[in-house]
Nanobody, 129 residues
Framework: QVQVVESGGGLVQAGGSLRLSCTAS????????MGWFRQAPGKEREGVSC????????HYIDSVKGRFTISRDNSKNTLYLQMNNLKPEDTAMYYC??????????????????????WGQGTQVTVSS
């Protein structure tokens, strides 16, 4: 049974930093591209970042480029998202997910939640102004 657990969210002031973690079990973590998504109240879930199986290639949406860094430690089955210079518009529930079909690389359509499965319960990030 696949289990994905996110942690590290919290309340932070604008300009602050947080580091999210995601631990996956029940799958061969190193054989999956992984993604971070977020969903704000009343909005659709959006892709934030994606990383290929060995960390060799990463992708970000424009609004977080230069502020967020995705990384992974396959020896620990753990995915990370370092978030710096946080803004109020980053406030959302953050989720990590594994590629739905065990692909190693991020698709061109990686921002689509439909390409990912094995979702966690999420971790809340709230940025105050």
């Amino acid at each position: 049974q696949v289990q994905v657990v996110e942690s590290g969210g919290g309340l932070v002031q604008a300009g602050g930093s947080l580091r999210l973690s995601c631990t996956a079990s029940g799958l061969t973590f190193a054989e999956y591209a992984m993604g971070w998504f977020r969903q704000a109240p009343g909005k659709e879930r959006e892709g934030v970042s994606c990383i290929q199986w060995n960390g060799g290639s990463t992708h970000y949406i424009d609004s977080v480029k230069g502020r967020f860094t995705i990384s992974r430690d396959n020896s620990k089955n753990t995915l990370y998202l370092q978030m710096n210079n946080l803004k109020p518009e980053d406030t959302a529930m953050y989720y990590c997910a594994a590629d739905r079909r065990s692909r190693l690389y991020c698709l061109e359509s990686w921002t689509s939640a439909a390409d990912f499965g094995y979702w966690g319960q999420g971790t809340q990030v709230t940025v105050s102004s």
